[in-house]
């Protein structure tokens, strides 16, 4: 079974604070890829990142970054000097390989339950 | 490139009634995904169709079901609807062959009375 934890329900900071967004998986896979998406009040879910399991290098986007860490299955997010539009919901999610009849599938995602980020002025 | 187009963005229907909720993939990509997001079970998988066939699903009752055509779009269907099917369905699409990321589109808020 795969797990996906995201400790904080809920954050505040003030703008312009450097916040980071904890996510901890669990899967017996090994293979698998590991996301971020964002979710503003419109509903939909915004892609921010995609790392493949092999893949332990951390990356920076903008004021963006992911730490990538398959000793203790975490996979954190930091936003940089944070901005009001950055207020929404995060989740991180996991994609694992699952065997079917004729081959492999891929498609179902496991999410966790989502930080409430709110960024004030 | 046109992104993912569910509709209808918002429906509201009576207990004991059906539903059909329609979801158009990305131009080129094969699988189409469904979700269902409660605030109290937050974003759970409800099935996976890729070329027309199901290949995964997840642990709603049968009463969800869906489908998928040739051109890649995708309908879900909730018969017999309760309160708690009241959600935000969201349809994700991807290339199905787990090189690409899963993109999603606005969602159908669903309520039920």
């Known amino acids: 079974a795969q797990k996906v934890t995201q400790a904080q329900t809920e954050i505040s900071v003030v703008e312009k604070e450097d916040v980071t967004l904890d996510c901890v998986y669990e899967t017996r896979d090994t293979t698998y890829y590991l996301f971020w998406y964002k979710q503003p009040p419109s509903g939909e879910l915004v892609f921010l990142i995609r790392?493949?399991?092999?893949?332990?290098q951390n990356e920076i986007s903008g004021r963006y970054s992911w730490n990538f860490q398959k000793s203790t299955s975490s996979f954190n997010f930091t936003i940089t000097a944070s901005q009001v539009v950055d207020s929404a919901v995060y989740f991180c999610?996991?994609?694992?390989?699952?065997?079917?009849?004729?081959?492999?599938?891929?498609?179902?995602?496991?999410f966790g339950q989502g930080t409430i980020l709110t960024v004030h002025p | 490139k046109a992104g993912v187009t569910q509709t209808p963005r918002y429906l509201i229907k009576t207990r004991g009634q059906q539903v059909t909720l329609s979801c158009s993939p990305i131009?080129?990509?094969?699988?189409v995904s469904w979700y269902q997001q409660t605030p109290g079970q937050g974003l759970q998988f409800l099935f996976e169709?890729?070329?027309?066939?199901?290949?995964n699903k997840g642990n709603f009752p049968g009463r969800f079901s869906g489908r998928q055509f040739s051109n890649s779009r995708s309908e879900m269907n909730v018969s017999t609807l309760e309160l708690g099917d009241s959600a935000l369905y969201l349809c994700?699409?991807?290339?199905?062959?787990?090189?690409?990321?899963?993109?999603f589109g606005q969602g159908t808020r669903l309520t039920v009375v």
């Open positions: 169709y890729f070329s027309e066939t199901q290949r």
């Open positions: 131009s080129g990509h094969r699988s």
């Open positions: 999610a996991l994609e694992g390989r699952v065997s079917i009849t004729g081959g492999t599938s891929y498609g179902k995602l496991t």
């Open positions: 790392r493949n399991s092999f893949d332990e």
């Open positions: 994700a699409s991807s290339s199905g062959t787990g090189n690409t990321e899963a993109f």
